[in-house]
């Protein structure tokens, strides 16, 4: 499911919204399913998997860091909090935060990648840019330096703090009021 969704937002993304009439306008995708349609019609199931294997060679090692780092935190914060369940809020926000920069870090060129792979369509009057992942690997260091491989990280990474301590705070915070017939243990949580 991944691999298409983030090909259907680079698409749209990408899209270019200043044209110079308004025929050329109306062309333009105007969601998702629009996108989604569109590369189904002109490159088939095959085009809509465009960047899959990059996909799975990115997320599987970023979801292995993701959670270790934020277990191996955790308990470097608060040791003793997966058994007993008592880690405070500083702890879950922390932890959350520092597993998603960490999985950024460790993915962030196939990312970069992938990203290319998928910004290209297919014309008639040009072939695709890159041939696979190697080439446009290759073909991206020669033509802008290693440099390009870490473009925007800054932006990932401060993201990805705020966003994943939220997430691994909301989910801890979840399960105990799940597991613990809804109340939430108020002792040292700030």
């Not at 294997?53 to 308990?75: C, K, N, Q, S």
């Not at 910004?119 to 446009?136: E, F, N, R, V």
């Amino acid at each position: 499911m991944l691999s298409p969704v983030e090909l259907v937002k680079i698409r749209l993304q990408l899209q270019n919204v200043s044209h110079a009439n308004l025929r050329e306008a109306a062309a333009s995708h105007k969601g998702p399913v629009s996108v989604a349609k569109s590369i189904l019609k002109t490159e088939g199931i095959k085009g809509i998997y465009r960047g899959f294997v990059i996909t799975v060679l990115r997320d599987a090692p970023a979801h292995g860091v993701y959670f270790w780092t934020y277990e191996y935190m955790r308990e470097q914060f608060h040791p003793g909090c997966r058994k007993n369940g008592q880690e405070n809020l500083r702890t879950m926000l922390t932890a959350g935060g520092l597993a998603g920069v960490a999985s950024w870090l460790c993915c962030y060129p196939l990312d970069v990648v992938k990203t290319r792979l998928q910004a290209q369509t297919p014309s008639s009057s040009s072939p695709l840019k890159y041939k696979g992942i190697l080439d446009c690997f290759r073909r991206s260091v020669k033509e802008e330096g290693y440099c390009v491989l870490w473009r925007g990280l800054g932006t990932a990474v401060a993201r990805a703090f705020v966003v994943n301590g939220a997430v691994f705070a909301a989910y801890e915070i979840a399960l105990r009021c799940l597991f613990n017939n809804g109340s939430i243990q108020t002792e040292n949580t700030i």
